[in-house]
Each structure stands twice: as C-alpha cells, then as structure tokens.
Nanobody
Framework: QVQLVESAGGLVHAGESLRLSCAASGLTLKHYEYYSLGWFRQAPGKEREGVSCITSSDTSTYYVDSVKGRFTISRDNAKKTVYLQMNSLKPEDTAVYYC????????????????WGQGTQVTVSS
C-alpha cells in the first residue's frame, strides 16, 4: 500500500520561509526512482493547482509562474522523499499543499498523478 506523508506545514509571516517534505512508503526504491514527483496546492474557494514537479531523472523541473524564483523542488531518492523549499512566502501562497507521484513525465495536471498525500496546511499572514 503506497502512502505519501507530508510534513507539517505551519503559520508564517510574509517574507519568511518554510520547507515541506513528503515521504513515501510502500514503494521499492526502483519504483520510487521511476516516478516524477509533484506538489499541488488548493486555496480556499479555488481549484487545486500544480505548483511544482521534478522528473524521475532529476533533470527537469516545473514551476507555476507565481512561485518561480521563490520555490525550489528537490528529491532524495535514498530517503524516498521530495521537498519543497518555499522562500519569500506571500499571503497568496496560503493553501493546503499536497504531494503526489506521477508514473511518467512531469505534469501540472492532476490526472497524471496516481498517489496523493493527505495535504498539509500552509498559512502566510501579511
């Protein structure tokens, strides 16, 4: 049974930083290395959007325009963990953040992902 568990989010002030992590279990290392890994977020009253993704080979990343230059995605395959470093946070970054796995190329679309974490709340105060 595959499980993705995000680290606790939190409440931060605008301009501060936060790092999210997402640890996978129930996958062999070989399978984990095969997956692209993504982060999504859903703000109140809005649809879930793809924030960032990193390919299985760690050679390509995707960022939604609103976080480019502020967020960095990385992965540690040995730990079966993906990270999202969020700097210069803004109130509009407030959302529930989800990690997910995609058996293929990176995508900003939910349909490409098969396993999801439970979500973690990030709140940025102004």
């Amino acid at each position: 049974q595959v499980q993705l568990v995000e680290s606790a989010g939190g409440l931060v002030h605008a301009g501060e930083s936060l790092r999210l992590s997402c640890a996978a279990s129930g996958l062999t290392l070989k399978h984990y290395e095969y997956y692209s890994l993504g982060w999504f977020r859903q703000a109140p009253g809005k649809e879930r959007e793809g924030v960032s993704c990193i390919t299985s080979s760690d050679t390509s990343t995707y960022y939604v325009d609103s976080v480019k230059g502020r967020f960095t995605i990385s992965r540690d395959n040995a730990k079966k963990t993906v990270y999202l470093q969020m700097n210069s946070l803004k109130p509009e970054d407030t959302a529930v953040y989800y990690c997910a796995t995609a058996p293929g190329i990176c995508s900003r679309y939910e349909e490409a992902y098969d396993f999801w974490g439970q979500g973690t709340q990030v709140t940025v105060s102004s």
